[in-house]
Structure formats: structure tokens, C-alpha cells
């Protein structure tokens, strides 16, 4: 494993700021950013805009202009090395007589995979992998989860109390937060490519489920077991304009048919498992869902099915903002990559409020959800945590 030099990692460092520019704006590329320095100094650096437009490599050899020859670039993902709307970044790196590259970590997409690496070192120019590479692999993690397994990258955000509550007993939730938080929550769902709630939440809630800034692209998804979300809702009426999918197992064909008639996009899946997890086991084959009832009821949306058909349409990263139920279901099944949790400072204290994970069972501490605490940030006047399931 390579010694790295402070400046080094400083220099990665800059390279990394450069790819969180493009985070949300790349898909389906991933968001890279890149530096070209001799020695300590910066003399060009770039990121990937969007498809079509220059990589990050290519942006910043731009940005070097004559002053590249000899010198070194910092990558925060192995430079691509096929043809797609623009040319491999190999070929222009080898042009440009850089000398040295230092890759933070390796693109795990099938057709890249090393190659881009070993057409480098083939050409003749030192290559050093793992330069900051947690933090690349974090920028990256939807992408890096969907190229390795081939599913979504799951985050689930949730805004509760002091005391564990996402509503009250009535169901009354705006605004546990405050409207920094909510505008947070909104950036945050750009990042994704779909979000997802339960019927529950567009029933009592009617939300847009937009993320911010607006895009025409992102998928609006839905747990519907029987369709019974209303043709009114704001998300069934702007179905024209922003792409909205309801997933059910069990509608009848006239609901079907009326929600079609409104440009909903309607899946039918299989019916998850029925039953409890056990406390904190898994389930083989999936959970289920559909906004309402127990996590584990009869007939509810089979989860799995859904991240599956959401593959296949190219979704990396999806965004679950439901409530109770969708994210007991998501996470008694080992289906949360990420936990974006906003607390605000109350206290709602009625046993009979509703509890962001009222539907999982745990019958021992041991078998518990663990979590590993990665960011706190103040959101004012709220706290956000990032977390991340442990193992």
C-alpha cells in the first residue's frame, strides 16, 4: 500500500471538492473531479458537468492548457476508456504527456473495470490507486452500489422528535422540522433519481415529491397494495409533467385504468412475504410495503420487486421519504444503504404517537439495527445525522 504524501492528499482533496459539484447532475455517469499539478501546485482542475459535456480529466487538462506536459493528475475514479457521447479520457491523458496519475479509486462499471488503468501503465505512465479512496467511494456510492450489484442505492430520510416521533397520534407531522431542514431534505432528494413514499403519505400528506431544482426526469414512486391513492392528489394530477409511478399487487383493473387515464405510469408486482421479521432477521425474498397496515401485512407491494423494476430503468440511487411502515419494511429487510435522519428539538411524548420505526419488532437488544454515525450537522434549528448501517 502506497505511502501518501499530506500534500497528496491535499491535492486529491481539491480534486474531490471538484466531483461534489456534479453529484445529482451527472446520472448516468458518475461524478468525478479531477487536478493536474506539478508537485505541489495546482495548474488546472475540472469536473464532469453533465452526459455529453467533457469529463472531469478532459475539463482540467483544458484548464492546464500547455502547462500539462510532465505533469501529474489526480483522478477521483479511474479514467474511462471507451467510447460514449465523448472520446475515452485515456487516450487525451496519454495526448497530453502527463506523466503520473493518481487514481482515488477504480470504476467498477463492467466495461471499464481496470482497463482504463492498464492502458495507461501499457502507454508508459506511473499509475497509483487508492488516494483518498473512502471519500471517492462515498461521492460515488449509488453508482459503486448499482455497477457492483446491479439495485439501487437506498437512502431513507426521516424527520421525528426528541423523543423518536415522526406525527402524532392523529397523524398531524407539518412541521415537525423546520423549513431550513425541509429545504435540505429537498437538495438532498436531487441526488437520486427517484423517491419513493406510501400511500399513507400521499393520502394524509398530498405532497409533490419534487426535488429541488425541479427536474422533468426524476421519478415520483409510490407503495399502493390496492390503489387507493386519490385521483386529485397533487402527484396524480402533475403526472403529465413529472414521470409518477404506483407500484400495487393487488387493484383492480377499473383503478388501474383510472390512474393510466391520468398519465400514472402503473406496476403490478408480486405480494411480499407475510410476517414479522423476528426481531431484526432477514427475510429471504423481500419485504413489503404499501402504506399502510403492519410492515409485514397480508398483501402488501413486495419491496425487492420494486427496486428490481426500478433497475431496470436506470435508476442508481433512490430517495425513500415514507413513513412508519415503508421504512420499518425497508429496514427490517436489510434494504437501507444510508440513513439521513433530521431531529428536531420537541417532544410530542404521547405513547400513542406515531414512531419512526413503530413496525419493526426487536425482542433483544443484540438484534437490533445498528448504525455507524457519520455526519452531524446543525440545520438550524434542527440537527441532520448521516448514518449508515454497521457491517
Known amino acids: 500500500m502506497p505511502v501518501w504524501k499530506e500534500w497528496q492528499r491535499d491535492l486529491m482533496k481539491v480534486a474531490l471538492s471538484e466531483a461534489a459539484m456534479g453529484k445529482g447532475r451527472t446520472h448516468p455517469n458518475p461524478a468525478v473531479g479531477a487536478v ?3 508537485d505541489k501546485r495546482i495548474i488546472g482542475k ?3 458537468r453533465r452526459p455529453g459535456l467533457a469529463h472531469a480529466e478532459v475539463e482540467a487538462l483544458g484548464d492546464a492548457a500547455y502547462r500539462v506536459r510532465g505533469a501529474d493528475l489526480y483522478a477521483t475514479l479511474e479514467p474511462c476508456c471507451h467510447w460514449g457521447k465523448t472520446a ?17 479509486i477504480r470504476d467498477p462499471n463492467p466495461i471499464v473495470r481496470g482497463r482504463g488503468i492498464r492502458e495507461l501503465r501499457q502507454a508508459g505512465l506511473e499509475v497509483m490507486v487508492g488516494l483518498e479512496a473512502d471519500a471517492a467511494g462515498k461521492i460515488n456510492e449509488s453508482y459503486v452500489k448499482f455497477m457492483s450489484q446491479g439495485v439501487p442505492f437506498v437512502t431513507l430520510k426521516l424527520a421525528q422528535t426528541l423523543d423518536g416521533k415522526i406525527a402524532t397520534r392523529k397523524g398531524e407531522s407539518r412541521w415537525i422540522t423546520g423549513a431550513a431542514s425541509r429545504r435540505s431534505a429537498r437538495r438532498l432528494r436531487a441526488e437520486a433519481q427517484a423517491i419513493l413514499v406510501g400511500a399513507s403519505t400521499v393520502v394524509k400528506d398530498n405532497p409533490g415529491l419534487l426535488p429541488s431544482p425541479r427536474r422533468k426526469e426524476y421519478l415520483r414512486c409510490v407503495l399502493d397494495s390496492g390503489l ?7 402527484i396524480v394530477r402533475t403526472a403529465d409533467r413529472y414521470p409518477t409511478l404506483v407500484y400495487h399487487c393487488r387493484g383492480s383493473e377499473k383503478r388501474v385504468a383510472r390512474l393510466e387515464a391520468r398519465g400514472v405510469t402503473v406496476v ?5 412475504r407475510h410476517g414479522r421479521t423476528g426481531g431484526g432477521g432477514r427475510v429471504g425474498g423481500g419485504g413489503s410495503a404499501g402504506g399502510e397496515g403492519r410492515a409485514g401485512g397480508r398483501g402488501r407491494v413486495d419491496i425487492r420487486g420494486v427496486l428490481d423494476d426500478l433497475a431496470s430503468r436506470g435508476v442508481m440511487h433512490l430517495f425513500v421519504e415514507g413513513g412508519g411502515v415503508v421504512a420499518s419494511s425497508f429496514l427490517e429487510r436489510g434494504l437501507v444503504d444510508k440513513l439521513v435522519l433530521f431531529v428536531a428539538p420537541r417532544v410530542i411524548g404521547d405513547p400513542n404517537g406515531l414512531g419512526a420505526f413503530s413496525e419493526v419488532d426487536v425482542s433483544a437488544i443484540r438484534k437490533s439495527h445498528g448504525f455507524k454515525i457519520d455526519e452531524i450537522e446543525r440545520v438550524d434549528p434542527d440537527l441532520m445525522m448521516t448514518l449508515y448501517p454497521e457491517g
Open 36 to 38: 493536474i499539478a506539478r
Open 46 to 48: 475540472g469536473h464532469h
Open 88 to 104: 475515452p479520457c485515456t487516450e487525451a491523458i496519454i495526448k497530453s504527456g502527463i506523466r503520473r496519475v493518481f487514481v482515488a
Open 228 to 234: 387507493r391513492i386519490p385521483a386529485g392528489s397533487d
Open 268 to 272: 403490478r408486482v408480486r405480494a411480499g
